[in-house]
């Protein structure tokens, strides 16, 4: 697609070759501006597995309602969808109050360096928006805890870390293994954080403010279990922490990822090394998760846990304040995109 409009009506900076970013000047210099953000980059498909895929990952086929695709909906939905936006008003002859800024990462998926350098370019320029705009939820048709429509906006982003787990054994021949090599040893320490994941709380934002969103949908039996959470929190707690989204709302996930070992059927892994993703709940932080890592699998010999070298560690995001003026019209917005009566 194109858009020579918006183009047309925004000044463009190129960061770090292929970020951008792009300024659309309103007509009231004192307003702060706002910023809308999206990445332009995809992760890529895993070798061998295109065959696997109802449409090509990189064809943008529309079919059957949907646009199918690698990052259709991460986070290409959001970038097409501002740019269409910006289209449209800059075609109509609208003119901003507020300066419009558009902030295009480039490498989101692997370090984020774009959004990096865009963040420092504009800090340095002392721009303080009124709003941030990044990729986020959407207003689904049948929210999980409802069986109804719910329209979720995003207030906080979760942290990041990836700990590598390395179990350090002799080695040797498979023909005389040792009680506990140490493919048995990741294993046990897999098993051991699988079955002692990191607490989940529901008092907390913003899964609380989300039930308090759509209480009004909820199951009677529900709605009873929520408001009495001092009686009912490990049923209520069972019951969430059984649905992979809710999951992810209300606590610190545990995702094994990737698994090394020896490299030959007869050989004895001298190291063996699993690496596991965490995304990191308000409630805790990168050294948190780190310590209750060591913790879990302090019983298992010659274990050590480090930050595994590729991976990206970073704090959860402060959660954003939804009594702002940024957040009134974002509801606003989502309501009437869901039809009006949508919770938010
Ligand atoms: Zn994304």
Redesign the pocket.
Known sequence: ARYPAIFAKMTMEKVLTHAMLMTWTGTDASLPPVILMA?QDVVPVNPGTDADWTHGPFGGVVADGYVWGRGAM??KGSLIAILEAGDALAKSGWTPKRTVIFAFGHD??VSGAGAREIFALLKSRNVTPVMVLD?GYAVLDNYPLTGKPAALIGVAEKGYISLQITATTEGGHSSRPPRESGAVRIARALVALEEKQMPADLSAPPFNQMIEAVAADLPFVTRVAFANQWLLGSVITGQVSGDASANAIVRTTTAPTMMTGSIKDNVLPQRASAVVNFRIHPNDTVASVTQHVKDVTSHIEGLTVTEYEDGIGSEPSPVSATDSEAYRVLEAVARATGGGEVPV
């Open positions: 990445h991460d986070d989101e998926e990729e």
